[in-house]
Each structure stands twice: as structure tokens, then as C-alpha cells.
């Protein structure tokens, strides 16, 4: 993912958040007869393409179980449930990755044992109806055009727009033939295929128990290139306090959430660092870190301040500061409110000696 997109993963890992978990679904016998992951796909020919010329989806699948997108990342590990448990991906007619939806579906009825399948996703809206024929392909109808859209994007984007970024009007009662689980996953990786050289997640790399240093010194010549940063010198790290504090009250089943870690900067104009400490949780590929009170004196309430980590190629650590939310201002201040406005918006810091991080 670009790292321009990288606090924008932070919406979409967001919308998982629903108010139905996997967990409290009952198990689909019709998708999946031995309670696994279920995959469904279809990849159309040339020919079929060709016939209905309304029809947009050139690929598509559809997997019910764990979470085929999120990928072993920053969250804990595989296995916990999350609030969907049916996936959609289609390719439309030229594109090179597919897009996806999640949701839950279940049967409609009272004991959530029978009846027509329904699938449902965010907002109330519906992802899809299933029934499996008597060949076990599985029959998706009742497909909306603004899958992939948001509520209202109609009106929001014009006609034109909208029609353009929609699904065709043949996009709909599809017919998916039983496949492995792996052919799903492997669809699914395509949405956003992963840098091999990022290496493992941080929630891999960077241990519970585990001190680290992150940082940068930026010379004459990029502060020269880069007038309006204001950072000097920055560093993003755990050490003794930070160890102690999650050893005292955090859940390692769970990590990196309630991991604490102090960042400290050096600005242009100030030849002191100035600290402050965030407390973090995994979010899809990246820990989002909310400034904490915990070491800092302020008087306004600061846990909308938000920075985030992400692993960069090659071991490196990328940082990324949207909302001034770095010790470069007073971050009670006005000069804090909003989007940054300086170059001290993303980062990429290298693994640096502890000592290089001490107080």
C-alpha cells in the first residue's frame, strides 16, 4: 500500500467493527458442511463476457469463514473472531486487483436455522442472498451496483460518476462453482499483495518483553531540500518504563495492544527533546498510537492525538503524523488542531542502539 494511503487503511480496518460476531452466527451447514472455510469463485470466459456486455465482473469469489484480507498482521493472532464471516471479491473487466466487501450472513428466520440465507454488511445494507443449488454452486443474488460504494454515493457522485464506478446492471445472480479455501485466499491476497521486504509484522518482530530504537537524524542537506520540516531529530522507542508498564497490566495474547512507547523529537528551533508517551493497539497492518497522559502533564484531553507505525522495507519503521500529533507543538495548542501542515508527516526511521534512545 502507498504510504500516502497508509493512515487510510485505519477507515477501512475501522468498518469491522460491526455489532455481529462470528462467533454468535450459526454455522451455515449449506456453505460449509464441516464447519471449514468455504470458498465459491468463478472466473468468466471470453465468450460468456462477450454475451452479456452489461456485465462488469469478469472474476469473482466468495469465501465464508476467517478473514481472508487482513493476513497475518499487526492484530492477534489467527483464529479470533471478527466481526464478519462471508467475503466478497470481484474483478471487473480490465482491472488488475479486485475490490472486496465483508459482512455476515445467516439464515432469515427466527432461529437463525432456516429460511433463505441473507447477507448483510455495515449500515444495514445487504451484501448479498445465497442458496446452494443441487450441484453445491452456490447462487449470489441480490447484488447492489454500490457494493464497493458508500450510502448515497448516487447523489454524491452524479449520474456519470456513479454509473462509471458501479457494478453493471448483469452484475447479479451469480453462479460459483466449490473450490478450495486456498484459491479463495489467494484472490483475496491479490486486493493488496504484500512487499516481501517488509519481513514479518512489528507484532512479530518487536517482542512484548523487548526494548527497541527507532530513529533519524536529518542532516543540513534534507533540511535544506525540506524547508517547512520541523523536525530536527526524532526517536520512537520502549525502554525499561515502557517494559515495566505492560509487564504490570498488559494481556500478551493480545499484543501489541496497551503497548506503550515514548517518542521523542528535536526541533529546528528547540535544542531540548521533547517526549511524549502513546499507548497502542494493532489495526490491520499497522499500531495505532494514541498520546497518553500517563508521563505528560497537559491540561486538555489528548487521546485524539494519533500517530501510526508501520513496518518499512529492508527493517526499517515507517512513521506517520496526520493530525499534529508529534511533540513538534504543544499538542493542547490551536497549532495542533487539524491536519499537519509541515513536512513532519510520514517518516522512515532506522533501527538504532538503545543507547541512542535514553532519556
Same mark, same amino acid.
Given at each position: ?58 472474476? =469473482? ?37 479486485p ?26 445494507? *445487504? ?11 452456490? =447462487? ?19 449520474e ?33 499483495? =504484500? ?41 520512537v ?15 500478551t ?9 515514548? =517518542? &521523542? ?9 521533547? *517526549? ?19 508521563? &505528560? ?9 494519533e ?12 512513521l ?12 493542547? &495548542? ?15 526511521l ?10
Amino acid at each position: 500500500m502507498p504510504l500516502k494511503t497508509m493512515v487510510g487503511a485505519v477507515a477501512l480496518l475501522a468498518s469491522l467493527a460491526g455489532t455481529a460476531f462470528a462467533g454468535d452466527t450459526p454455522k451455515l451447514t449449506e456453505l460449509s458442511p464441516d464447519g471449514k472455510d468455504a470458498c465459491f469463485g468463478r472466473v468468466y470466459d471470453a465468450a460468456h463476457l462477450k454475451a452479456h456486455p452489461k456485465q462488469k465482473v469478469a472474476r =469473482i469469489f466468495f469465501f465464508y469463514g476467517y478473514d481472508p484480507v487482513s493476513r497475518p498482521n499487526e492484530e492477534p493472532g489467527p483464529g479470533a473472531d471478527t466481526s464478519y464471516n462471508a467475503f466478497i471479491a470481484t474483478t471487473v473487466r480490465g482491472a488488475k486487483a479486485p475490490e472486496w466487501a465483508g459482512g455476515w450472513c445467516n439464515h432469515e428466520s427466527e432461529d437463525g436455522k432456516t429460511g433463505p440465507i441473507h447477507c448483510g454488511m455495515d449500515c444495514d445494507r *445487504t451484501m448479498a442472498s445465497l442458496k446452494v443449488d443441487e450441484k453445491g454452486r452456490l =447462487i449470489v443474488n441480490d447484488v447492489s451496483p454500490d457494493l464497493y460504494l458508500d450510502a448515497g454515493s448516487e447523489d454524491e457522485l452524479g449520474e456519470a460518476e456513479y454509473d462509471r464506478q458501479a457494478l453493471g446492471k448483469e452484475d447479479d445472480n451469480f453462479r460459483l462453482d466449490p473450490m478450495p479455501a486456498a484459491t479463495c485466499k489467494a484472490e483475496f491476497a491479490r486486493v493488496d499483495p =504484500i512487499d516481501p521486504a517488509l519481513g514479518p509484522p512489528l507484532r512479530e518482530r518487536l517482542k512484548p518483553d523487548q526494548a527497541f530504537c527507532y530513529g533519524r537524524d536529518y542532516d543540513a542537506a534534507h533540511l535544506g531540500s525540506h524547508p517547512d520540516q520541523v523536525t530536527q531529530s526524532i526517536r520512537v522507542f520502549r525502554a525499561p518504563v515502557e517494559l515495566a508498564s505492560f509487564a504490570a497490566g498488559g494481556d500478551t495474547a493480545n499484543w501489541p495492544d496497551g503497548a506503550d512507547l515514548t =517518542i &521523542s523529537v528535536t526541533t529546528r528551533q528547540k535544542a531540548s527533546k521533547v *517526549t511524549q508517551t502513546y499507548s497502542c493497539q494493532g489495526e490491520g497492518d499497522q499500531w495505532r498510537c494514541a498520546a497518553s497522559a500517563k508521563m &505528560s502533564d497537559l491540561s486538555c484531553d489528548i487521546t485524539q492525538k494519533e500517530v501510526f507505525l508501520r513496518r518499512g522495507a529492508n527493517g526499517t519503521m515507517m512513521l506517520a503524523n496526520p493530525n499534529s500529533s508529534l511533540p513538534i507543538v504543544d499538542l493542547c &495548542s490551536k497549532a495542533a488542531d487539524g491536519e499537519t501542515i509541515s513536512d513532519d508527516k510520514i517518516y522512515r526511521l532506522n533501527p538504532m542502539p538503545q543507547s541512542a534512545c535514553a532519556p
